[in-house]
């Protein structure tokens, strides 16, 4: 009998007792290939020398301050080295414990940013449909997964959610991307206008969706449009890189592709890589000198946040992502990892889609090529592929209800960025077989 309250009390979980690369064992011995970083959190594998000794060395100056009395230099090198790395005017760091704080903060700020302007009716928050931003209440407030939020909406604030950017199941056959990125760029102003421009504070959005839709990536120009709308009414942008951020797609924010800024930024899962747990929220200069001309004072705060043993493994890690060029190992090992998917995939009849960016990678599964349409849902098609994954050592994300919250199942990969072409080419093989056994062609 366990006395752990885990997530799933009827899911009986063997014990990790080492972890070494991209490797994790358990109490038997097995090893089991981590190609989904844990939920896209560990970009450095497990073991990593430099972040573990970052770590001790911390511990023996000083492993925690509380924040109002103190600040510490690894704090404040970690803000610095984020700072002069983001786009934009993206200026000031704020850290807490992980993704769902760093929406709360953001949710939270965007909101005194209005009412310290003498904006205070903008109250409002607009996200996407299948989109996911944390389990708190705030966070799942504006999430749009619906199974997520289905339990707790008697005690969810209102949100208003509009379509996500699904070009592989919503782009029309006529559309271009640039037409398609267009349609849902009007769809978001005219959601602003329904609830009136001077009540809306900020539309929230995953730069590359995560788990709910299976690295879903905008298409060209749908961020760009989307940030002019937003600007045209006084909106606040705020992005949610959580999962996407920190290199995984192979930009240190996933944005920069996109070519855009935002007002917002959060980050947390690759910023730690799994060694502490850390996030942040990013502010733009203009919502920081607001509040600092303002009240003074951001009216929010954790015990942990700017934890010193924290900020000095993340900063650890950031400096090996850095210094050892990894970021165009991600790119290149990316392009290898979706070519050999599709490649051996290609003739399969229940392997719809294979998308992503960087190591960011979903593979969809649908009971029909040719229509899209999704697999019976009573049959749990992704949770029967995790299981038999983990028999075959091989770890990855999945997740049913990618359409709709109910309907379609997918597959998340998100190997460490220490991937060799080699392990890029073992993932692959042990997935199609994967695949193979619980779907057989």
Known sequence: MTHVFHRNPKQQLEFAVRGEGIRLFDQNGKGYIDASGGAAVSCLGHGHPAVIQAIKNQLDQVAYAHSSFFTTQV???LADFLAERAPGDLDHVYFVSGGSEAVEAALKLARQYFVEAGQPQRRHFIARRQSYHGNTLGALAIGGNAWRREPFLPILVPAHHVSPCYAYRDQLPSETEEQYAERLAQELDQKIRE??????????????????????????????????????????????????????????FACA???????????????????????????????????????????HGH????????????????????????????????????????????????????RGRGLFVGVEFVGDKAAKSPLDPALKTHARLKKQAMQNGLMMYPMGGTIDGVLGDHVLLAPPFICTAQDISEIVARFVDTVQQILPA
């Open 303 to 354: 015990t942990y946040m700017g934890h010193a043993t924290a900020c000095a493994a993340a900063l650890a890690v950031q400096r090996v992502i850095e210094q050892d060029g990894l970021l165009a190992n991600v790119l290149a090992r990316g392009e290898q990892l979706r070519g050999e998917l599709r490649s051996a995939l290609a003739a399969h009849p229940n392997v719809g889609d294979v």
């Open 257 to 299: 592709e996109d070519g855009i800024v935002p007002d917002i930024i959060t980050i947390a899962k690759g910023l730690g890589a799994g060694y502490q747990p850390i996030g942040a929220m990013i502010a733009s200069s203009r919502i920081y000198d607001a509040i600092v001309a303002g009240s003074g004072f951001f009216q």
């Open 195 to 252: 609830l009136g421009p001077e009540n809306v504070a900020a539309f929230v959005a995953e730069t590359v969706v995560g788990a709910t839709a299976g690295a879903l990536a905008p298409v060209k120009t749908y961020l760009q449009r989307i940030r002019r709308v937003c600007d045209q009414h006084g909106v606040l942008l705020i992005l949610d890189e959580v999962m996407s951020g920190m290199g995984r797609t192979g930009h240190l």
């Open 75 to 77: 704090c404040e090198d």
